[in-house]
């Protein structure tokens, strides 16, 4: 009876298990056009929201998207209110001390320094400007070990903040992926410009798991790498970053 009683609760617990992994509940800010954002009707949106649709219907699990902030985003997934991170995070060696990532998604994305139109601003030699960055990212690092000597380095909880802080004069530039800022000075009817040289750091951007997660990992690797054989993540870069690619087919 012993043994019918212990075989059973471990059949419960594989099933509890098998059951919670049908759906794959992804993290995401929902505050990082193209990636990620919350549309007009107030429904999340973007790349990373379409080709985490995309995963879940290859795997034949069903998504369920949980919003964070970004600077908890990883503290969030270590805790297990999530799966997977999915917002437009860019795969470094800092960040893999604390979590694993999958095979990226979109390859390395230059960063890019945008300011008002005509500012004129001396990036080579900068000295006095105040440097807008959205906090924990690979370019307030950057910003961090690069300008902070003779700069101020401001740090803003979205990329949508550090944007109004530049149009409203509070920051003299930002420094952000390029990805993200091509559509801000398109709609910027011509007050905002991007000038200086790329700025290479992070490498590539991928989904972030926990680090005992290692069958899902797994998992979510062979559907990338499917949907990158068929195309699919292709056209969904083309489609939500103005006809980008194609980087992971020919």
Same mark, same amino acid.
């Given at each position: 009876m012993k043994k019918v009683i212990l075989a059973a609760a471990a059949l419960a617990v594989l099933s509890t298990a098998a059951n919670a992994q049908?759906? *794959?509940r992804i993290g995401t800010e929902g505050a990082y056009a193209p990636w990620n954002f919350v549309n007009d009707a107030g429904e999340l949106a973007g790349f990373e929201?379409? *080709?985490? @649709? /995309? #995963?879940?219907e290859h795997t034949g699990m069903t998504c369920e =998207? %949980?919003?964070s902030e970004w600077d908890p985003i990883i503290p969030n997934l270590v805790a297990g209110n999530y799966d997977v991170i999915m917002a437009g995070m860019s795969i470094t060696d800092e960040r893999l001390e604390t979590i694993n990532f999958t095979q990226d998604y979109f390859p390395p994305d230059p960063s890019n320094y945008i300011a008002a139109t005509g500012a004129g601003i001396d990036i080579e @030699? $900068?000295?006095?400007?105040? #440097?807008?960055v959205q906090? @924990?990212? #690979?370019q307030a690092a950057y910003a961090e070990e690069n300008f902070a000597a003779d700069n101020t380095i401001v740090s803003f909880a979205t990329f949508d903040q550090s944007i109004a802080d530049l149009a409203a004069g509070n920051v003299d530039v930002v420094l952000a992926d390029g990805s993200s800022l091509d559509p801000v000075v398109e709609n910027s009817g011509g007050a905002l410009e991007? =000038?200086? $040289?790329? %700025?290479?750091v992070g490498g590539g951007v991928g989904g972030g798991v926990r680090k005992e997660d290692t069958e899902l990992l797994a998992t979510l690797d062979e559907a990338l790498t /499917?949907?990158?054989a068929d195309g699919t993540v292709d056209a969904l870069i083309a489609e939500w970053f103005d006809g980008a690619g $194609?980087?992971?087919?020919e």
């Open positions: 049908e759906t *794959l929201i379409d *080709l985490g @649709n /995309a #995963i879940c =998207f %949980v919003q @030699n $900068p000295s006095g400007l105040r #440097i807008g906090g @924990n990212t #690979i991007m =000038f200086g $040289p790329d %700025v290479m /499917a949907l990158k $194609p980087f992971y087919t």
